[in-house]
């Protein structure tokens, strides 16, 4: 069971709002022809979110997958009590590869050493392996290039006893942004899926959409979507709707000083106070995955209204300027993330401060910061 919120302790937390991720994985189903599976993608510790509860919330709201990026994530799902079916989507090396069909965790197969592998960690095992191949489109990555999938390949997937074929999938690079690329990707996995249903061997589930292509491009939904940030209520796409951010970050103001103009602030004195005011120390640095790049760029809500961070950032605070006649004081919530009253701050805000993506805000957020949740159902 997860932790309650607050979780006590520091007072600077994470809050996850369960039913929210439940919310979110109920307006992809929406989007989707009841035969198709979801498999919500819980890597990165589920984007920083608790990949144990969000896997519970996401199977009990209709995903029937789990995706992880290697065996770690999905041993310790396993660990967890977690059953579903699941899959790890990088490429997985020979040494872990038994641990994972031991757990009956599907791997992703690349090219044929790594198939080789997989069939000699099923005998170990003593039971089959099932795999899905990864094929390049066009994201230049992981994968077989789309040409390269023939006879030999199909062959390779079919005839070893040891091996059971159970998916064969693509990644786009932009469906978010250039829908001429993702067409084109989507033109050469085809390609692929004809050549090997030519050869009678499609495996069971064909996939390729991320939340972006499932959500902007319906028509290539296939067998399965990968959900990864739509799950988490965050935009895969600017102008996304009816998805509900799942995580907070908070923290509070522990120490407050008046400070006359001219004070400098920091590390490095980058800031300098332009009059007399209140300066607020919050117990939130770059060890937390508070960036030091939002050093005087960042901005704070308490008492519903934003504040700004100034002066750098340092390991494991940060300094917000306060005007004198402001009601702050010591003990106040300090939003990071989230919505306080009339004011909100998203992950993607956050992230446009730095030029980077919201994936990188909410997997950022360090082991050090407590997670809690609401909405256990
Ligand atoms: C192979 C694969 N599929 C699906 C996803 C989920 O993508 P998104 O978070 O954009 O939904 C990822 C995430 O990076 C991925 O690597």
Redo the contacts with the bound molecule.
């Keep these: 069971m997860a932790g309650a919120c607050p979780p006590g302790g520091r007072p600077t937390w994470v809050e996850v709002d369960l039913e929210a991720i439940r919310s979110n994985v109920r307006r992809f189903r929406a989007q989707l022809a009841p035969e198709t599976a979801l498999m919500a ?1 819980v890597k990165a510790d589920g984007y920083g979110h608790g990949a144990t509860p969000v896997a519970q919330a996401a199977l009990a709201a209709g995903a029937q997958w789990l ?1 992880v990026a290697m065996v770690e994530e999905g041993l310790r799902l396993r660990q967890a009590g977690l059953s579903s079916p699941m899959l790890i ?1 990088g490429q997985s090396v020979k040494e872990q590869m038994t641990a994972a069909v031991r757990a009956g965790i599907d791997l992703t197969v690349a090219d044929r050493e790594g198939l080789a592998e997989v069939a000699r960690a099923a005998e170990e095992v003593g039971s089959p392996a099932f795999v899905h191949l990864k094929v390049d489109t066009g994201m230049g990555r992981l994968g077989v290039w789309w040409e390269a999938v023939d006879e030999d390949w199909i062959a390779a997937l079919t005839r070893d006893s040891r091996v059971r074929w159970r998916g064969i999938f693509t ?1 786009f690079a932009d469906s978010d942004g250039d829908p001429e690329y993702t067409r084109l990707q989507y033109q050469r996995f085809l390609d692929v899926l004809e050549r090997v249903r030519r050869a009678r061997a499609l495996p069971p589930l064909v996939h390729l959409a ?3 292509a499932a959500l902007q491009f319906p028509g290539t939904q296939g067998d399965m979507v ?5 799950l988490y209520g965050l935009k ?1 796409y600017p102008g996304a709707e009816g998805l509900r951010p799942a995580l907070a970050w908070y923290s509070q103001v522990v120490y407050l000083k008046t400070v006359p103009a001219q004070f400098s602030v920091g590390y490095g004195r980058t800031y300098r106070t332009p009059a007399a005011l209140k300066l607020a120390t919050i117990p939130v640095g770059y060890a937390d995955g508070y960036r030091r790049g939002w050093s005087n760029r960042a901005q704070v809500l308490i008492r519903g209204r934003r504040y700004p961070v100034v002066g750098r950032v340092s390991m494991d605070q940060i300094v917000v300027a306060i005007p004198l006649s402001d009601p702050v004081a010591v003990g106040d919530r300090v939003t990071l993330l989230g919505r306080d009253g009339p004011e909100e701050i998203t992950a993607e805000e956050m992230a446009a401060w730095i030029d980077t993506i919201s ?1 990188e805000v909410v997997t950022g957020i360090s082991g050090r910061v407590p997670r809690c949740y609401r909405g256990n159902s």
Aim: glycine share 22%; charged share 5%; no cysteine.
């Design positions: 993608i995706g989507l990644h991320n939340s972006a990968r959900v990864g940030l739509g895969p994936y």
